[in-house]
């Protein structure tokens, strides 16, 4: 049967998960996980909640799926060691750089790749094998079909969201929090800017980025028969009622292999929904599926109350047990309790007396220690012997019943052994003698003019499908020497394989080949096309140990995360040619959902739409390959007057992203930072590059 992961925002809601049915729980650690805003453990708590899963058979996962920095990954290593020591299952990671420390320092811990990891085909759950782990959670945005083919042919296990939250973004892909608030979500600190109102045609009582919560409780079926191994229930945010309320539902749906019924429905919409439900990415069909949070529910709080008096009085969660019961003369009374699992505890107590009257019996001592109520256990088997003549008082009995429990927990709660390496070390960079190299990325076939081929930039990043379509223009730039690499989309479904595969070959045989991408399985994929390959910032490069990870895994170069501070990058150990953007809107959101259409109401994504805040900041919106949408920056990164700084960060390159800008832009841009002009735009922004995140 699958596994039901559900979510554990705090000591209580670990209670009210395991209670409710949960066979496995997540929980966040101290900085170093997603929801940061959860009010998460201390070590203690930590420690007692890991016991009390592990007595009660349930798994416990521990999130530690942020970005680090380079003076963080010692702490976020030690947090992996208290987990792994406290005997948890597996460790969810984000951070290429820390999943490899992890690997290395706790080489028997299971890892599983975050969804923050955009997993989002078999090729990323591949490279997630390659990588050393066990179980991938994949993208919120697949469809069934795209599930089962991913779950058939993975070489590790497959984890689906099956309820809660949707992000409007791509996980792991969102910068627009970090952006426009400084809060990372990527850092575990999203301030959830896609549930505010935005202005689309004129109309700011709208909420286009804002998704009904995910429901896919009468899909469970489905799921499993696909080969996924593991669904979770997302809410880490939300209260332990909530957690108990959905845990028990789908935990009812999945063991008695049923639909929900109608009262569950409704019970799963009071709990907490955004307008109703959504199956849009699991069907396929998305054209409703936006919702915002409504009133409370009158009948929520008795709702709770109800949840809340279910899982805090007594023990609904009982472990199978057997028990024999020996009672000899002149010996202590002994007992044995053996589980499922191969524990098994020992305990002796009193010596009996012997009888005046009629003495023990096999039956009164079964019945004695079947009294398990209130513990953790449900006795299915109890055998007793006794010789004929003894006796022991009720209480000498109970008080064995209670060591030998005890003692079980101890056997159960017990943490697997598991070797402990040598903390990775900071990996030795080596300075560079040379200038940065000057990088062109263009959006459009019309910013690829001989003018800005004039300006001899040493590499030009230009769309795998515009490259394809308008090869021709290139030859202005390939004849000043420049290196064209193709950029492959920031999301690939296996759907889309083919056709990517297939244009990166028709490239190659015309003569490019370097691949500029920012995924591992997209990685897998051009290097299977014949491309070397070239990290972008979707890789999430936010540390040393990540930079280098990338160098082994054979790129050519990577670029440091926007979300950095340029004094961070600056102390990068550059094992691997490093490249930052210096200019450009940066890209805020990726995403299946298509807000132009949204916006004028039909399909015109070759006209670019606008969005505007309550601020008044204007936000383009693109298309992206697959019809997917990508949000840009209201203002554009501008430090061509920071040359000292750029020149100081030890940069192999400066890449100068143009995405709305017109032609003659994009060349005047150009020529600031090469010192040709002292053009500067209206509106601009330094980015994170001196403020950094939280």
């Given at each position: 049967?699958?596994?039901?992961?559900?979510?554990?925002?705090?000591?209580?809601?670990?209670?009210?998960?395991?209670?409710?049915?949960?066979?496995?729980?997540?929980?966040?650690?101290?900085?170093?996980?997603?929801?940061?805003?959860?009010?998460?453990?201390?070590?203690?708590?930590?420690?007692?909640?890991?016991?009390?899963?592990?007595?009660?058979?349930?798994?416990?996962?521990?999130?530690?799926?942020?970005?680090?920095?380079?003076?963080?990954?010692?702490?976020?290593?030690?947090?992996?060691?208290?987990?792994?020591?406290?005997?948890?299952?597996?460790?969810?990671?984000?951070?290429?750089?820390l999943a490899?420390?992890?690997?290395?320092?706790?080489?028997?811990?299971?890892?599983?790749?975050?969804?923050?990891?955009?997993?989002?085909?078999?090729?990323?759950?591949?490279?997630?094998?390659?990588?050393?782990?066990?179980?991938?959670?994949?993208?919120?945005?697949?469809?069934?079909?795209?599930?089962?083919?991913?779950?058939?042919?993975?070489?590790?296990?497959?984890?689906?969201?099956?309820?809660?939250?949707?992000?409007?973004?791509?996980?792991?892909?969102?910068?627009?929090?970090?952006?426009?608030?400084?809060?990372?979500?990527?850092?575990?600190?999203?301030?959830?800017p896609?549930?505010?109102?935005?202005?689309?045609?004129?109309?700011?009582?709208?909420?286009?980025?804002?998704?009904?919560d995910?429901?896919?409780?009468?899909?469970?079926?489905?799921?499993?028969?696909?080969?996924?191994?593991?669904?979770?229930?997302?809410?880490?945010?939300?209260?332990?009622?909530?957690?108990?309320?959905?845990?028990?539902?789908?935990?009812?749906?999945?063991?008695?292999?049923r639909?929900?019924?109608?009262?569950?429905?409704?019970?799963?919409e009071?709990?907490?929904?955004?307008?109703?439900?959504?199956?849009?990415?699991?069907?396929?069909?998305?054209?409703?599926?936006?919702?915002?949070?409504?009133?409370?529910?009158?009948?929520?709080?008795?709702?709770?109350?109800?949840a809340?008096?279910?899982?805090?009085?007594?023990?609904?969660?009982?472990?199978?047990?057997?028990?024999?019961?020996?009672?000899?003369?002149?010996?202590?009374?002994?007992?044995?309790?053996?589980?499922?699992?191969?524990?098994?505890?020992?305990?002796?107590?009193?010596?009996?007396?012997?009888?005046?009257?009629?003495?023990?019996?096999?039956?009164?001592?079964?019945e004695?220690?079947?009294?398990?109520?209130?513990t953790?256990?449900?006795?299915?088997?109890?055998?007793?012997?006794?010789?004929?003549?003894?006796?022991l008082?009720?209480?000498?009995?109970?008080?064995?019943?209670?060591?030998?429990?005890?003692?079980?927990?101890?056997?159960?709660?017990?943490?697997?052994?598991?070797?402990?390496?040598?903390?990775?070390?900071?990996?030795?960079?080596?300075?560079?003698?040379?200038?940065?190299?000057?990088?062109?990325?263009?959006?459009?076939?019309?910013?690829?003019?001989?003018?800005?081929?004039?300006?001899?930039?040493?590499?030009?990043?230009?769309?795998?499908?515009?490259?394809?379509?308008?090869?021709e223009?290139?030859?202005?730039?390939?004849?000043?020497?420049?290196?064209?690499?193709?950029?492959?989309?920031?999301?690939?479904?296996?759907?889309?394989?083919?056709?990517?595969?297939?244009?990166?070959?028709?490239?190659?045989?015309?003569?490019?080949?370097?691949?500029?991408?920012?995924?591992?399985?997209?990685?897998?994929?051009?290097?299977a096309?014949?491309?070397?390959?070239?990290?972008?910032?979707?890789?999430?490069?936010?540390?040393?140990?990540?930079?280098?990870?990338?160098?082994?895994?054979?790129?050519?170069?990577?670029?440091?995360?926007?979300?950095?501070?340029?004094?961070?990058?600056?102390?990068?150990s550059?094992?691997?040619?490093?490249?930052?953007?210096?200019?450009?809107?940066?890209?805020?959101?990726?995403?299946?959902?298509?807000v132009?259409?949204?916006?004028?109401?039909?399909?015109?994504?070759?006209?670019?739409?606008?969005?505007?805040?309550?601020?008044?900041?204007?936000?383009?919106?693109?298309?992206?390959?697959?019809?997917?949408?990508?949000?840009?920056?209201?203002?554009?990164?501008?430090?061509?007057?920071?040359?000292?700084?750029?020149?100081?960060?030890?940069?192999?390159?400066?890449?100068?992203?143009?995405?709305?800008?017109?032609?003659?832009?994009?060349?005047?841009?150009a020529?600031?930072?090469?010192?040709?002009?002292?053009?500067?735009?209206?509106?601009?922004?330094?980015?994170?590059?001196?403020?950094?995140?939280?």
């Amino acid at each position: 049967m699958m596994e039901l992961l559900s979510p554990a925002g705090s000591p209580e809601a670990v209670i009210a998960a395991v209670q409710n049915g949960a066979d496995a729980v997540y929980m966040g650690m101290g900085n170093f996980n997603a929801r940061r805003g959860a009010k998460n453990f201390s070590d203690e708590e930590f420690e007692r909640a890991v016991r009390y899963c592990r007595i009660r058979g349930c798994k416990v996962y521990v999130t530690l799926n942020t970005l680090v920095n380079d003076r963080e990954v010692e702490s976020a290593l030690k947090s992996a060691r208290l987990a792994s020591e406290a005997g948890a299952d597996a460790i969810l990671v984000q951070d290429l750089g820390l999943a490899a420390a992890i690997r290395q320092y706790l080489p028997d811990i299971p890892l599983h790749a975050s969804t923050q990891m955009s997993i989002h085909n078999l090729k990323g759950a591949e490279a997630a094998a390659e990588l050393g782990m066990t179980r991938a959670v994949l993208a919120r945005e697949l469809s069934l079909e795209q599930i089962r083919f991913i779950a058939k042919n993975s070489p590790i296990e497959t984890e689906v969201f099956v309820h809660g939250a949707l992000c409007f973004c791509h996980s792991g892909q969102c910068y627009m929090s970090a952006l426009i608030g400084q809060r990372s979500g990527n850092r575990g600190m999203c301030a959830q800017p896609c549930r505010l109102q935005y202005s689309l045609g004129g109309r700011m009582d709208d909420h286009p980025l804002s998704l009904r919560d995910n429901c896919l409780v009468d899909h469970l079926q489905e799921l499993e028969e696909a080969g996924v191994a593991c669904v979770k229930i997302e809410g880490r945010m939300k209260r332990p009622e909530y957690t108990a309320i959905v845990t028990k539902i789908y935990s009812n749906a999945l063991k008695e292999h049923r639909q929900p019924t109608p009262e569950e429905m409704e019970s799963l919409e009071k709990a907490f929904s955004r307008q109703g439900f959504t199956q849009g990415y699991f069907t396929g069909d998305k054209q409703d599926m936006y919702g915002v949070r409504g009133e409370a529910d009158p009948d929520s709080e008795r709702l709770f109350t109800l949840a809340r008096k279910g899982y805090s009085e007594g023990e609904l969660r009982r472990v199978p047990v057997h028990f024999y019961t020996v009672a000899e003369k002149g010996q202590p009374i002994k007992a044995i309790a053996f589980d499922d699992d191969g524990n098994k505890a020992v305990t002796a107590g009193r010596v009996p007396e012997k009888a005046r009257g009629q003495g023990l019996t096999a039956t009164y001592l079964t019945e004695q220690m079947f009294k398990t109520g209130g513990t953790p256990y449900n006795c299915v088997e109890n055998r007793a012997q006794t010789d004929p003549g003894l006796y022991l008082p009720a209480a000498a009995i109970n008080e064995l019943r209670r060591n030998l429990i005890a003692e079980l927990n101890e056997q159960r709660s017990h943490p697997p052994r598991r070797r402990v390496g040598v903390i990775p070390s900071k990996p030795k960079g080596q300075p560079r003698g040379t200038d940065p190299v000057m990088i062109f990325q263009v959006l459009t076939a019309e910013q690829l003019t001989p003018e800005l081929a004039a300006l001899r930039p040493q590499y030009l990043y230009v769309p795998m499908t515009v490259m394809a379509e308008s090869f021709e223009l290139l030859a202005p730039f390939i004849e000043q020497g420049t290196v064209p690499v193709a950029v492959l989309p920031r999301v690939i479904t296996d759907s889309e394989t083919k056709l990517v595969y297939d244009t990166l070959v028709g490239l190659f045989d015309r003569g490019i080949n370097e691949a500029l991408v920012g995924n591992l399985g997209h990685a897998m994929l051009a290097r299977a096309a014949g491309m070397y390959v070239r990290g972008d910032f979707g890789l999430n490069v936010f540390n040393s140990l990540t930079l280098d990870m990338i160098r082994q895994a054979g790129f050519l170069s990577a670029t440091a995360s926007f979300e950095l501070r340029l004094a961070q990058i600056r102390d990068l150990s550059k094992t691997l040619d490093t490249e930052m953007i210096v200019y450009g809107r940066l890209p805020l959101m990726v995403s299946d959902q298509c807000v132009i259409s949204h916006s004028s109401g039909r399909c015109s994504c070759q006209t670019p739409a606008q969005m505007a805040d309550r601020m008044g900041a204007v936000f383009p919106v693109v298309k992206e390959f697959g019809c997917r949408n990508v949000i840009y920056n209201a203002h554009k990164l501008f430090l061509a007057d920071k040359k000292e700084d750029l020149y100081a960060a030890n940069l192999w390159g400066m890449r100068m992203l143009f995405t709305t800008e017109s032609p003659r832009e994009c060349v005047e841009v150009a020529k600031v930072y090469l010192g040709l002009s002292d053009y500067q735009p209206n509106v601009l922004t330094r980015g994170l590059y001196y403020r950094g995140v939280e």
